[in-house]
């Protein structure tokens, strides 16, 4: 191809669409895109994960400011998704004030789910109380909302189980909505299903592919189809063979190929099931 040709736009754009029908199509259904680390090349990385068969991403939230630039990004990119929420380091800064702006925000009509919210007990960077407040609070926005959330819980699954359960039994919007993700499951196959028996995904990223994260072949293996998704949590988490430096979308098919290996079964097959299953958990279709 003449050097010339690769700066022509449309002709790059044309080719990105050509080989991204070529590959199989996956979800990064938890991504920060807003984040600094990609301040210098965003948009190379966003065509970057479209070649690598990244059809759809959704960028989350963590904070006002970060959802706002989430909805910047789905305003400019048709296959880029937003969430709005406060992630529970965020916590001790919450207050019902801002739980309106996030309303606001969530107004969009590319955000896609309240998160991401949660509990983190292993780094603690917000005192628990706050963290409970805050995570009710956004419980309670989602349900008015009717959005899915989108679950932080690191060393908290035993308060989170009951925070969820109770939120549930008292929502207000009964209908068959899918009420939302456990993000970066990183617990036993025991947990997962107590998530799954209520209504919940559970999401791997590319930590899996860490050495002391074996044990979770396992549990990806009992996880039902219908309830499996993938993510990168870029720029945090990257592959084995990226450690050290940043994560990005366009790595996601690593992923997927080892769910698919710890399922025994084909990466077709997994990211058929796990793009339906975003699909469906983020009603990207109806947006
Ligand atoms: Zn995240």
Same mark, same amino acid.
């Given at each position: ?10 002709? +790059? @754009? ?23 680390? =990609? $301040?210098? $090349?965003?948009? !190379?990385?966003? @065509? ?9 991403? +959704?960028?989350?939230?963590?904070? &006002? ?9 789905? $305003? ?24 309106? !702006?996030?309303?606001?925000? *969530? ?5 896609? *789910?309240?998160?991401? &919210? ?10 628990? !109380? ?72 559970? *999401? ?15 549990? +990806? ?11 990168? $949590? ?36 997994? *990211? ?9 958990? =983020? ?5």
């Amino acid at each position: 191809m003449p050097e010339e040709a690769l700066s022509n736009p449309r002709l +790059i @754009s044309y080719l990105v669409e050509k080989l991204s029908n070529m590959v199989t199509s996956i979800v990064d259904t938890h991504a920060h895109l807003d984040m600094a680390p =990609f $301040d210098q $090349d965003r948009n !190379e990385v966003i @065509s970057r994960a479209k070649l690598a068969g990244v059809s759809t991403i +959704i960028t989350v939230g963590i904070d &006002i400011g970060s959802s706002r630039q989430a909805v910047k990004l789905a $305003d400019k990119y048709q296959h880029i998704w937003a969430t709005t929420g406060f992630h529970p380091h965020e916590a001790s800064r919450v207050n019902q004030e801002q739980i309106d !702006e996030l309303a606001v925000i *969530a107004n969009h009509p590319k955000i896609v *789910a309240i998160g991401e &919210i949660g509990l983190d007990f292993y780094r603690n960077r917000s005192p628990k !109380e706050q963290q409970f407040q805050a995570l009710e609070w956004q419980l309670e926005l989602a349900d008015k909302l009717n959005l899915p959330v989108i679950i932080h819980s690191r060393q908290a699954d035993r308060e989170m189980l009951a925070v969820l359960r109770n939120w549930l039994s008292s929502r207000t919007q009964n209908n068959k909505k899918a009420v939302g993700v456990i993000h970066c499951f990183n617990s036993d196959l025991d947990i997962a299903k107590k998530y799954i028996n209520m209504g919940f995904y559970i *999401a791997f990223g590319a930590y899996i592919s860490y050495p002391a994260s074996q044990h979770l072949r396992t549990v +990806i293996r009992g996880i039902p189809p219908g309830r499996l998704l993938l993510e990168t $949590d870029c720029p945090y988490l990257p592959p084995q063979q990226h450690r050290g430096k940043r994560n990005e979308p366009s790595y996601l098919s690593l992923t997927l190929g080892i769910v698919a290996e710890a399922r025994r079964t084909s990466p077709d097959k997994v *990211a058929t099931e796990t793009t339906q299953n975003a699909y469906h958990l =983020f009603d990207l279709n109806s947006h």
